[in-house]
């Protein structure tokens, strides 16, 4: 999705915090819809604690005129609404000397870690302005400060506040006045961080979470059915899909739990409805037996598992990439199915939408790794283009023979028939079972059904999705997902220095692109394998599923800290100087 | 359910020719009997009826059947089931299986279904044992059943399925007796034709492992009175009864669980829409 590359990126990181419940995320929002008004790229992340409210919460911004898909190696701009619970985001905000930490010094100090070696401090007494102004509230006085120091235009910010507040007209006004009255607050501050002038744009672009794009590719892709349980950080995707799918004659139905959900999804999906269910890593856990199920009895159904940081509920508001061992492997038996995984917040789209044609036209379950990171990260994209995708499910028709349900055919993919069907009547089945779907344990029917779900993902064309790659070099970085963006800024700047790197981003993870990965790896002599996993999943997934002649090498960090484009920049360098 | 069809068919014509797997004895083979005989009362064609089930004996019944099933993972044939009538309100469904099935490993679904209300028939054919694992206690056997696996007995009170279904808000509430073909027949087509969550508890011997069942044939009898439509005294009724009551013990007139439809559908584009700057 990536336009217009440039060597480095002129760009502003910014960190709006507070306690839960202070507004952190409201201001960042209008801030990054105000950019995105005016002209500018930008997107921004949530982090918080774990408590509903009086938790620690940030608005994680970066602004630039060009396109940005991933964070920075640190943050410009700190602006504290309160101190509270502060140090515990000191390593996911890093600050650098040219660094501005604003906050108001009424309500104490920020807290020794974030201070960065020579960080400029501003007191900005938020309080006491917004006290001034009726029904004002420190995080508008807070986001009009921000906005100055951008020289953002009063028009774009006052517009995305109107649409902010469009549901609660009464808290416009007092809001644009507190927003004024912090850019009063900015004009003391002398700073680097004004963005450049805006490109005028001519192209249609939209604003959008991962949660939303992915829920929106599903439709695309022709769901209609979605069954969910309550599950943080995926909840966003089905409370976004639950009016929209309504709207175009779907349901969405909220299970008892995530056994449930799956269950209600291969039940619609049994009945001639393409189905999802949208989950993350404890919910998916819950779900794998029954994605078993769907792989016997051939039934097509997508999964999102919008993951956090793991083990068990582990860190459930921050981003990871560690179920991925369980999304290729964790289901019993031999199991063959779809994994695949978008690279950016547009491309949870065409992920997700892709995912649902692969289910359907190979009768199997399909899962979509997304993750927290890019779930919960708004951002500002051009319109993502239309992609048309071959793949429909083949329906069966009646033509007087006893129907074979599970015939084996060429391609390994057998007409389904769907009940009101007559004549096509049959049992789908989680038993092994002979052709006609008859329960059988003889080992020539375990046999011939093992290997026909295996040929038919196998042996498909994937087309050009399965990977998305870029430039040229002797030394590569193979990485996935959310590591996308900072893997694709660094090797940008590793060619201003004279360094030129390939990149590979895999889509698709099984069946593996066992040929394709090494035609796109030949003539390469390094490869830099990036995830953000304790143990390098992803790393043993490859050295597991593919062969390299190159020589490989792991940078590999759990969350919920984000690889940064320096981390990786750093590892490039390294190794290229040996 | 469907509107009756015109071509007829026989009780026969709903059983396909797969020989069960069930012991010669099995109660089972009786609820097979009254279901194809009740599809057959109710004039439904066999393509329009699908037949979900878990895991256990009575759950390979689907495929006995010239209807569509499904027969899925342990305990999850409610959530199936609901996914199919919400996706395809119109053809008939049917959830069944045994008491392992539907009140242990797949309990919390059973109490959700009820409290839905889809417009669904869930049969479970109760024989207080789990046959397939050969004869381990279930939720409904005595605490003092000696087994190898608790020997001695679990000595746990057994599940109350017809006052929990109650209590969750089932909207037919009905027990059976798997020997009884006709009387069964009547009460699973009185369920299929009734609106909502209806639920019919079959009492279905299992000779091998709990031949002391057979004596259920002399102990079942109709219940005294006739169904009611107030729950409370429904339940009354249940929990004071020993057990062997059968009959359509409550009826309600709930309405089933319908989603939200949309009178004017949006396109695509018209979703895209919100995305726009």
Not at chain 1, 23 to 39: R, W
Not at chain 1, 257 to 285: C, H, K, Q, R, W
């Amino acid at each position: 999705m990536m336009t217009a590359a440039r060597p480095t990126l002129s760009s502003v990181s910014i960190a709006i915090t507070g306690s839960g419940g202070s507004g952190v995320m409201t201001a960042g929002e209008i801030l990054l819809e105000a950019a995105a008004l005016a002209g500018f790229y930008g997107l921004m992340g949530r982090t918080s604690g774990p408590q509903i409210r009086g938790g620690e919460a940030a608005a994680l911004l970066r602004l630039s005129d060009a396109p940005v898909e991933g964070y920075g190696d640190g943050f410009d701009l700190l602006i504290a609404v309160d101190w509270a619970g502060l140090e515990r985001f000191a390593a996911e905000i890093p600050l650098a000397a040219q660094s501005l930490i604003a906050g108001d010094s009424s309500l104490g100090e920020p807290p020794q870690s974030m201070a960065a070696p020579g960080a400029r401090r501003f007191d900005l007494p938020l309080k006491a302005i917004a006290k001034t102004i009726p029904a004002g509230r420190p995080n508008m006085v807070a986001l009009g400060f921000a906005a100055a120091l951008l020289g953002l235009a009063d028009g774009a910010l006052e517009a995305a506040a109107r649409r902010s507040f469009a549901a609660e007209s009464d808290r416009l006004a007092p809001s644009v006045a507190a927003i004024a009255a912090g850019r009063l607050a900015a004009a003391a501050v002398e700073g680097p961080w004004k963005l450049p002038l805006a490109t005028p744009r001519f192209g249609e672009r939209w604003l959008l979470t991962g949660n939303e794009a992915a829920g929106f590719g599903a439709l695309k892709g022709g769901v209609r059915f979605v069954a969910g349980y309550p599950i943080t950080p995926a909840t966003e995707m089905l409370e976004w899909m639950s009016p929209a799918i309504a709207e175009i004659g779907g349901t969405l139905m909220q299970a008892e739990d995530e056994l449930a959900a799956i269950n209600m999804a291969i039940g619609a999906s049994y009945g001639g409805v393409p189905a999802l269910a949208a989950t993350s890593g404890p919910g998916f856990s819950l779900m794998t037996e029954s994605l078993g199920l769907a792989v016997a009895a051939e039934v097509p159904v997508v999964v999102v598992d919008v993951m956090r940081s793991g083990p068990s509920t582990g860190i459930p508001t921050k981003s990871e990439q560690a179920d991925l061992n369980i999304a290729l492997y964790g289901l019993h038996g031999d199991a063959p199915h779809i994994v695949v995984a978008p690279n950016s917040v547009a491309d949870c789209l065409l992920t997700t939408e892709w995912a649902v044609k692969l289910a359907e036209a190979l009768q199997v379950p399909a899962v979509v790794l997304c993750d927290q990171l890019m779930g919960q990260t708004r951002m500002v994209v051009e319109r993502p283009p239309e992609t048309t995708f071959a793949g429909e499910r083949r329906f069966a028709s009646a033509n007087g023979e006893a129907y074979r349900r599970y015939a084996l055919t060429p391609s390994g993919v057998s007409p389904m028939a769907i009940p009101g069907m007559p004549g096509l009547m049959y049992t789908a089945d989680g038993l092994e079972h002979s052709e006609r779907g008859t329960p059988s344990s003889q080992a020539k029917d375990h046999a011939a059904q093992l290997d026909k779900r295996q040929n038919k993902i196998e042996s498909v064309d994937f087309g050009p999705h399965w990977a998305m790659i870029e430039g040229e070099g002797e030394i590569a970085v193979l990485t996935w997902g959310s590591c996308t963006a900072p893997a694709r800024e660094a090797i940008a700047r590793a060619k201003s220095l004279g360094l030129a790197v390939k990149l590979v981003s895999l889509r698709l993870m099984s069946p593996a692109p066992r040929e394709r990965l090494a035609a796109a790896l030949a003539g390469t002599r390094r490869v830099l394998v990036v995830e953000q996993t304790h143990s390098g999943q992803f790393a043993r997934y490859l050295r597991a599923e593919h062969a390299f002649d190159a020589e490989l090498r792991s940078l590999s960090r759990p969350g919920p800290l984000p690889l940064r484009p320096g981390d990786i920049l750093d590892a490039l360098m390294r190794w290229s100087r040996r | 359910m469907n509107a009756p069809s015109a071509i007829v068919l026989a009780a026969k014509d709903f059983k396909s020719d797969t020989k069960p797997v069930w012991c010669p004895g099995c109660g089972d083979f009786g609820v097979l009997t009254s279901l194809a005989r009740a599809l057959a009362d109710l004039s439904l064609r066999s393509e329009e009826v699908v037949l979900v089930s878990g895991i256990g004996c009575s759950s390979r019944l689907p495929a006995y059947t010239t209807c569509y099933g499904f027969h899925g993972v342990h305990g999850r044939a409610l959530p199936l089931a609901t996914g199919l009538k919400i996706a395809r309100p119109d053809l008939t469904v049917i959830a069944l299986g045994g008491d392992g099935d539907g009140y242990s490993i797949g309990g919390n679904h059973f109490l959700h279904a009820c409290r839905r209300n889809v417009d669904l028939t869930y049969i479970v054919m109760d024989n207080h044992v789990y046959g397939m694992t050969k004869g381990q206690a279930s939720p409904t056997t005595e605490p003092d059943w000696d087994n190898p696996l608790t020997p001695g007995g679990i000595g746990v009170r057994p599940f109350q399925p017809l006052v929990i279904a109650l209590a969750s808000g089932a909207n037919f509430v009905a027990r059976a007796f798997s020997g009884n073909i006709v009387g069964s027949a009547e009460i699973i087509a009185e369920a299929i034709r009734t609106p909502g969550f209806a639920f019919v508890e079959i009492l279905s011997p299992c000779v091998t492992y709990r031949p002391e069942q057979r004596q259920w044939k002399e102990l079942v009898r109709p219940a005294p009175v006739g169904a009611t439509d107030d729950p409370a005294r429904a339940a009354r009724r249940i929990l004071t009864d020993d057990g062997f009551n059968l009959g359509v013990l409550y009826c309600g007139s709930r309405k089933p669980y319908q989603p939200q439809t949309v009178r004017e559908k949006k396109t695509l584009e018209d979703v895209a829409r919100e995305f726009r700057l």
